[in-house]
């Protein structure tokens, strides 16, 4: 039986926010444990998750060969072609390749550098922005970061994150001498944006219940317009952005 959710008053916030990016680093669950992990996210169905299975295109043989494929996949290109994927249930195609076009109605979403100007994306395309990765390079800075969600929400360019948000709240990393940025603060950075407010404070700051607050006020509007921009983020564990959420109070 699947387990009931009341609705929380911050909910529309965080619906459908993340994407299952088990079989990517630093967790690299093995095939057959990530779609393991899957089905019973599927069973719990927590409208956090989007219940969307983040494949490499080069690991496509491997998720055709397993049982049950997902109902929903998001096709990571880490080949250099697009593989023919019309026999699974693809969402969204997303690549670092600007020339690539997936077939129609399935969307694109460009990889590009936070740091970089954006040019030459195809009509009706989106873009993918990577807030961290293995090592202390990887990290956009706050400037950066809030640079690209401020060019998104101007042109109306919805986007999708991956890689560095492990937790809600921007922290230190000592491990990697960094600082990660946190989910909630991106999420509430685009908040600002659409509101006309520039995203690097909240991007930067830690303090946790200045981000609450910001949370349970932000307006049915902005929401909307939020969330319509920022489509999701992957995330290798599906289990702690809810246990972090949840922990704040904001769910």
Known sequence: MSAQFSAPEASGLFDALVDDAGLFPPTSLPMDQALERHRR???????????RFLCPASRLDSLRRSEPVPDRIGLIVDTPELPDYSD???????TRTPGLRPPAGVRLFLEV?????V?????????????GGLTA?????VEHLGAFIR???????????TAGL???????????????????????????????????????????????RLALAVPEETTKRARQLLVSYGSCSTSTPIEDLTTLGVI
């Open 166 to 212: 492990h937790h809600a709240v921007r922290h230190f990393d000592p491990s990697l001498g960094v600082d990660r940025h946190g989910f909630l603060n991106l999420v509430l950075g685009v908040c600002e944006a659409v509101e006309g407010r520039d995203p690097v404070t909240v991007l930067r700051t830690t303090d946790v219940g200045y981000l609450v």
């Open 41 to 51: 996210d599927q069973e719990r169905a927590h409208p956090v998750l989007t219940h």
């Open 113 to 117: 550098p936070p740091d970089e100007p």
């Open 137 to 141: 390079d990887a990290f956009p800075t």
């Open 119 to 131: 040019t030459g994306l195809p009509d009706g395309a989106g873009l993918k922005v990577r807030c």
């Open 151 to 161: 060019f998104c929400v101007d042109n109306d360019i919805p986007f999708k994150a």
């Open 88 to 94: 699974l249930p693809v969402d969204f195609v997303e």
